[in-house]
Every structure is written in structure tokens, then in C-alpha cells.
Nanobody, 125 residues
Framework: VQLQASGGGLVQAGDSLRLSCAASGLTFSVFTLGWFRQAPGKERDFVAAISWSGGSTNYADSVKGRFTISRHNAKNTVYLQMNNLKPGDTAVYYC???????????????????WGKGTLVTVSS
């Protein structure tokens, strides 16, 4: 199983970015997908999750109203649209997949079965 995140970069506060995570080696359409992030010197934190059908989503309070998670099952890809980025959003963003879970996860991401390598998002003020 491989999860490959991409789309990170250096942006200014207020800008937007869209992260993508392409999956292979798994039956993508039956997995819950999530995004987590880890800022420098901090613990990993939950960002967003989406159910296998895309019908249910969950967001961290810190990103509600600014970030949108979506998925395209035919393309085996999950996205994270990030708008109005803030310096506090600076982190490595990881995508993860969970075969049997819901859409609520602890900050550590315990329960996720597979993890990608992450993509760095840096937001300057």
C-alpha cells in the first residue's frame, strides 16, 4: 500500500493550497481517509477525515470553515483544499487510510492503518 501526498509549498498568509494524496495497493473506495499534520517541535494533530462514500466529514476546530476534505474514488485520490492559510498551519501534512474506522480520530491518528510520507506546507506572515 502506498499513499503519496503532494501539493505542499511555501505560501503567504491568506493564500490557498490544495493537497492531494494518491493511493495505490488498496481498495480505496472502502477506506476512510484522513489528513493529519505535525508542526515543528509539536505532536501530530488531526486535521480532517472523510468517510468511504464522502458523505461524512470531520474537521479539527482550528481548520473548520477554511479547509475542505474531499475524495475522488475513481482516481484513488483524497484532497485537502486549504484556504485563508495562517502561519499556524505550517506543518508537514500526512494522509492516512483506515479500513474499519469512523471519522473521529485522536491527534495521534491511532486507528489509521496506512500512512503516507507527508508534504510540507509553510505559511509565511
Amino acid at each position: 500500500v502506498q499513499l503519496q501526498a503532494s501539493g505542499g509549498g511555501l505560501v503567504q498568509a491568506g493564500d490557498s493550497l490544495r493537497l492531494s494524496c494518491a493511493a495505490s495497493g488498496l481498495t480505496f473506495s472502502v477506506f476512510t481517509l484522513g489528513w493529519f499534520r505535525q508542526a515543528p517541535g509539536k505532536e501530530r494533530d488531526f486535521v480532517a477525515a472523510i468517510s468511504w462514500s464522502g458523505g461524512s466529514t470531520n474537521y479539527a476546530d482550528s481548520v473548520k470553515g477554511r479547509f475542505t476534505i474531499s475524495r475522488h474514488n475513481a482516481k484513488n485520490t483524497v484532497y485537502l483544499q486549504m484556504n485563508n492559510l495562517k502561519p499556524g498551519d505550517t506543518a508537514v501534512y500526512y494522509c492516512a487510510a483506515d479500513r474499519y474506522g469512523g471519522i473521529t480520530y485522536p491527534p495521534s491518528g491511532d486507528g489509521m492503518d496506512y500512512w503516507g510520507k507527508g508534504t510540507l506546507v509553510t505559511v509565511s506572515s
